[in-house]
């Protein structure tokens, strides 16, 4: 074990990013690419009448003009209801209608607003509750017939519900008998996008022989591949798929969508390479967004403050299309309590279909959404009993010994300590309970949320990773995790340096993927780089050492047992002064008499999750993760009581991420967690018209929160390590954004007296609160 | 990317810009004239404009003018919302300027496009019409002068073929006590949803406003009423916000209602802050 490990590094990346040579999809040389662009759906529901296309092909360079029709393939992760392009019915404003093939883009662009597409409009619901309605529209005539890709999916007839997960644990009913105060409160949380500096963009071309080549902006190259296979019959061999850097990912770019585009474009073009660009607008519009959520969160305690049921029903917004909402209903139900103790436990989750832009995984993957109602109805609960929040929280903070929702026995290892956490954070954030005046009409106050997140993936996801030696004895690593900003590959980096005792920087990090070339890892997501490329890597730093020490013994005349590889050499124990350096080694060692020892030293390494289950359909009992990150908030605002603007002055996470593995790069990915859900919860939603439209569709008008106003941010950890993880290191990428929305909601709530619970918390909303519209 | 074709001219003079215009609008070629180019990029990309020819003005010198000449200060049209800012000339307006777009843009956006530009907010308007500037204009018919208060009502009224060479102010007005508030939804860098702007001159107050109504305006009878001294001055704000020129806006940034709840919150900082210098 050398010194890498546990001390601040620098991204492997950080110099091409610095300077802007850093290559992302649409950066790299388009010469010989045809121009391909979307015509999408001015409509949130209409259906589709008639297509001209003789306007389109006047112009000069079109090459081909493609629309649902031309197309028969249906897609999707989970439930393949979603047409590659709008076919007799649109299902939201920016569905995808035709793609414009061109010679150049702005050939592309005049022929696409040369689309005559007639519509007839239908009534649209925009809501999940609205969309469960007896007589609301239905989305999808027969959903249940539509194929499903997974076994635990049930989408339901005649509804628009997608799927539904349940969760069954003692008896919720007992549990309120023995309650002596129960709270109630219903929550609305609009979807909002992504927003990630890099648009979407990919590429395709289709060679004579039938080689499919997907240039793309993914978090998810493997599954590209198996995709686009699925929906196009071509033989997975035949696909490659490269990623070079991604601008930014945050979940959104997990989805296949354009690089199924950029293929069906390429194929009606003969194959030639088409390039497809997208406008901000449309990856906002077009391409999927944040979930919404509807819920109503019931909650009971004794006493003494102890939680003795709960009562949730969760309504996840989908929009359109399933994608992989679904999945995040069930997530939502595997941890719906928050990290709590609820031993009576009812929740329904239903992930429904409405007429919105069709949702994704987005950071955090719908733990923020529910940790808001959760933690909102936690402080109203704190708030009548006269409890502090804080104290309220460790009061029933779920520990070792306990079980989870679904019904996990949980111990330190897989669950972590968020009593340490809580601890913490009374000092960092400080902590008072007091909503402190700072003038006549100033007040200071602070609120604070919990947090926990387990992934979700599949059963038998996996990953790999290979390593080679250079010349010079440094050493190159090869992984199929995509490279989008958390700096995952230099933690990779960091294991093998520490594992093989050489200096971070003689580990070279290949930062783009090539289906071709690196070896496959499920997708980059859920937070599981560390753990699953990390066990990968560590077996192959592991493969790679045994092979060292074969060849190691050889030269050195002695057993493999009594070789150790060190600083950048090979030595016997017993001779540590005959030293023989890596780069001498590890293609073979030429030993002083011209003879040839060993065989070139080549790393290899897999790994495959163990032991998961889907979830009971009954009871919801099963462990779809193998371990949870637990951590605390905390969020203090500065509050005007007239004018209902606010400041954020600090925002605090204490998080137990098992081991500190690179200090400075984990406490910028929390605060850059923090970052986002400031921006997303204080700024950030998709508000639509009446006719279903985003009114915001565009940057001029969405707003994130701009550097220069950014709050003090403070980060510290706890280290309870995770068995079976790489230096027990837990998922903390994602994190960060978790309960922030509803610290500064509970921030809010206290300061302004209101009970707040719906986003984003702009003034006007407090304002609406405080019956500013009436008054 | 600018789908479409279009010339580009850069004329070194006043009159080869009017000229070219001319020329050009004669040929049908729908041209516009090029300050900072954020609008002609935001709108062009959108396909909201497709201009066949633009005249870029920042190599006429008239129009590149920053200076403090005897009794006033002047402005050309082609100078950037950062160089006022910088230039510490008119602090009022270097505020106005400060909060316009973010800082990349203001290197870009010129005080003749925030003036003429499509988008509503026009927020360098409010010092000019506060100070009631003049604005030099040029066009086929070669110079002319306008009050700022005459020329800009609700916009400015140009002439076909007209652009702003550049803009005098006064110079006793350039250091009078002012407040510049700019109230947004609430990321800070965003259109106002209120943009108050005042000036106390010869002990009188004078206010302007953006992002309130459809249109940036100064209103002499909310001044009037701001300045009835015999009223209290929850009852003058109250009068004030009865005294719009045309309904409050209602979109994306705010209902009307919260606008009007936003203006008279900023009208008693506004009065609040500047009692000292207006009694």
């Known amino acids: 074990m050398g010194t890498a490990a546990g001390r601040s590094v620098k991204r492997k990346e950080a110099w091409d990013k610095a300077t802007g040579n850093a290559k992302y999809t649409d950066d790299l040389p388009s010469l010989g690419h045809l121009t391909a662009r979307l015509l999408t759906s001015p409509h949130a529901h209409a259906k589709i009448k008639n297509i001209n296309k003789v306007a389109a092909f006047g112009v000069k360079g079109v090459k081909a003009v493609i629309t649902g029709l031309d197309i ?16 007799d019915v649109v299902r939201y404003a920016g569905e995808p209608v035709a793609i414009v093939v061109a010679a150049d883009e702005p050939a592309a662009i005049s022929a696409a607003g040369l689309i005559e597409v007639e519509y007839e409009p239908l009534a649209h619901v925009l809501t999940p509750r609205a969309a469960l309605k007896p007589g609301a529209p239905l989305l999808h005539d027969n959903p249940e017939r539509y194929k499903r890709m997974v076994e635990d999916i049930y989408p339901q007839p005649k509804s628009n519900i997608a799927s539904q997960y349940r969760i069954r644990k ?15 409160e219903n929550f609305y949380l609009p979807p909002s996008d992504h927003l ?21 902006a993914s978090q998810s190259p493997y599954s590209v591949i198996k995709q686009l296979s699925q929906s196009f019959s071509v033989p997975e061999g035949n696909i490659r798929v490269k990623v070079p850097f991604v601008g930014g ?3 959104g770019k997990a989805p296949v969508l354009l690089e199924h585009l950029a293929y069906i474009a390429s194929s009606k073009v003969g194959g030639r390479p088409v390039r497809l660009v997208i406008t901000r607008e449309q990856d906002m519009a077009a391409a999927p967004c944040r979930m919404g959520l509807e819920a109503s969160v019931k909650l009971g305690c004794d006493d003494t403050g102890r939680l003795k049921a709960a009562e949730l029903r969760f309504w996840l917004d989908c929009g359109a299309y ?97 009593k340490a956490c ?12 007091a909503v402190v005046p700072v003038d006549e009409h100033t007040v200071r106050a602070k609120g604070v949320s919990c947090l926990w997140k387990s992934a979700d993936l599949p059963a038998n996801a996996i990953s790999g990773a290979m390593i080679t030696f250079n010349p010079d004895g440094s050493l190159n690593l090869n992984t199929g995790v995509v490279e989008m900003g958390s700096g995952s590959k230099t933690q990779l980096a960091q294991i093998l340096a520490d594992k093989l005792d050489v200096d971070i920087n003689q580990i070279h990090v290949k930062m783009s993927v090539d289906t071709r070339v690196n070896p496959e890892h499920h997708k980059t997501v859920a937070s599981m780089t560390g753990y699953m490329a990390g066990n990968a890597v560590l077996r192959a730093a592991e493969d790679i050492l045994a092979q060292l020490k074969t060849t190691g013994a050889e030269a050195l005349g002695c057993s493999s047992d009594d070789i150790i590889v060190k600083g950048g050499a090979v030595y016997s124990l017993r001779n540590p002064l005959n030293k023989i350096r890596l780069k001498d080694i590890a293609s ?26 889907t979830l009971d359909p009954k009871t919801g009992k099963g462990q779809t993760a193998p371990a949870w990150t637990v951590g605390a908030q905390a969020v203090e605002v500065e509050y005007d009581t007239i004018e209902h603007t606010y400041r954020i002055i600090s925002a605090s996470t204490v998080i137990d991420v098992g081991m500190v593995m690179n200090p400075e790069a984990m406490r910028q990915i929390i605060r850059g967690g923090m970052a986002m859900g400031i921006s997303m919860a204080s700024r950030e939603a998709y508000s639509y018209d009446q006719n279903g439209l985003l009114t915001t569709p565009t940057l001029r008008t969405y707003k994130l929160m701009h550097i220069g106003q950014e709050p003090d941010y403070r980060v510290e950890f706890v280290e309870t390590p995770q068995e079976g993880s790489p230096y027990g290191i837990r998922s903390m990428s994602e994190h960060g954004i978790i309960g922030i929305p509803a610290a500064l909601a509970n921030a809010l709530s206290n300061a302004s007296g209101f009970s707040l619970n719906t986003l984003p918390l702009t003034p006007e909303s407090l304002w609406k609160k405080s019956g500013g519209v009436s008054s | 990317m600018i789908a479409s074709d279009f010339i580009y001219c850069r004329p070194d003079t006043l009159k080869e810009a009017a000229t070219v215009y001319a020329k050009l609008a004669g040929e049908g070629k729908s041209p516009v004239y090029y300050g900072g180019g954020s609008e002609i990029i935001t709108m062009s990309r959108a396909g909201s404009i497709a201009p066949g020819a633009v005249i870029d003005l920042k190599s006429i010198p008239e129009c590149k003018v920053l200076e403090q000449n005897g009794a006033a200060l002047m402005i050309g049209g082609a100078v950037t919302l950062r160089s006022i800012r910088e230039s510490k000339l008119f602090p009022l307006l270097g505020a106005a300027a400060g909060r316009i777009a973010d800082h990349t843009n203001q290197c870009r956006i010129t005080l003749g ?29 070669g110079e002319r002068k306008a009050s700022m208060l005459t020329i800009f009502r609700e916009r400015m009224r140009l002439l076909p073929g007209e652009f702003i060479c550049g803009v005098n102010i006064d110079a006793r007005y350039l250091y009078a006590p002012f407040m510049h508030i700019k109230k947004t939804a609430n990321e800070k860098i965003d259109y106002p949803l209120v943009n108050v702007s005042a000036i106390i001159i010869d002990g009188r107050i004078r206010a302007a406003f953006s992002g309130l109504c459809a249109f940036p305006f100064r209103s002499m009878e909310i001044e009037a009423v701001l300045n009835d001294k015999t009223a209290s001055i929850s009852s003058r704000i109250d009068k004030a916000a009865d005294l719009l020129p045309a309904p409050a806006l209602a979109d994306a940034e705010g209902l009307s209602q919260y606008r009007i709840f936003v203006l008279k919150n900023t009208l008693c900082n506004v009065l609040e802050r500047l009692r000292h210098d207006f009694k």
């Not at chain 1, 990630?196 to 793309?216: C, F, L, Q, W, Y």
């Not at chain 1, 950071?363 to 808001?372: D, I, L, P, V, Y």
């Not at chain 1, 809580?422 to 309970?433: D, I």
């Not at chain 1, 073979?588 to 289950?613: Q, V, W």
Request: with cysteine.
């Open chain 1, 422 to 433: 809580l601890k913490k954070l009374k000092p960092l954030s400080g902590w008072n309970g």
């Open chain 1, 72 to 87: 028969t393939a249906l897609c999707g992760v989970l439930l393949q209801d979603r047409p590659h392009l709008a076919k």
């Open chain 1, 196 to 216: 990630a500096m890099e648009v979407r963009a990919a590429r395709a071309e289709i060679s004579a022989d039938g080689m499919v080549t997907i240039t793309t």
């Open chain 1, 249 to 251: 990912g945050f979940g």
């Open chain 1, 588 to 613: 073979g060692y030429k030993a002083p008499d011209g003879s040839s020892i060993g065989e070139p030293a080549l790393g290899r390494g897999g790994f495959m999750l163990k032991g998961l289950s």
């Open chain 1, 322 to 418: 399933a994608d992989i909402g679904p999945y995040m209903a069930k997530s939502l139900a595997s941890n719906c309590t928050g990290p709590y103790r609820v031993d009576n436990l009812y929740c329904d989750s239903l992930c429904v279909y409405t007429n919105h832009t069709y949702a994704t995984s987005y950071r955090g993957f719908s733990h923020a959404e529910f940790t808001f109602c959760i933690e909102r109805t936690m402080d109203e609960l704190a708030k009548r009993l006269n409890i502090d929040p804080l104290k309220f929280r460790l009061i029933n903070a779920v520990s070792p010994g306990d079980s989870s929702p679904t019904q996990v026995s949980l111990n330190p290892s897989n669950l972590g300590d968020l």
């Open chain 2, 113 to 141: 496009g925030n003036l003429c530009g499509t988008i509503r907010y026009r927020e360098a308007s409010l010092p000019l019409m506060l100070t009631d500037a003049e604005v030099v204009l040029y066009g086929s018919g």
């Open chain 1, 170 to 184: 003692g008896h919720a009913d007992t549990g309120f008998a023995l309650s002596h105060m129960i709270v109630e």
